[in-house]
């Protein structure tokens, strides 16, 4: 019987975002686009809240894409 110790998560195809670029500004990683609260809890998190949070972290890299197109053009 596989029994995993609490506090540890099951291994997980879901692949963490990180690019180990770690720039935090406010809250927000620039370098993976996931909140403090996002990194913190990535380790624990079960398939779906991995995919909501990639997913978050997705859109807030893209936003961020778009604010540096601006800034520059």
Do not use: H
Not at 2 to 23: F, L, M, T
Not at 27 to 54: F, K
């Amino acid at each position: 019987m596989n029994v995993i110790p609490s506090g540890y998560a099951k291994s997980s195809r879901i692949e963490s975002p990180c690019v180990q670029i770690c720039d935090l500004i406010g809250n927000t990683c620039q370098g993976c686009g996931r909140t403090l609260p996002e990194i913190a809890s990535y380790g624990n998190a079960s398939d779906a809240q991995r995919q909501r949070i990639n997913a978050n972290a997705q859109r807030r890299m893209a936003t961020l894409a778009r604010k540096a197109v601006v800034r520059t053009a």
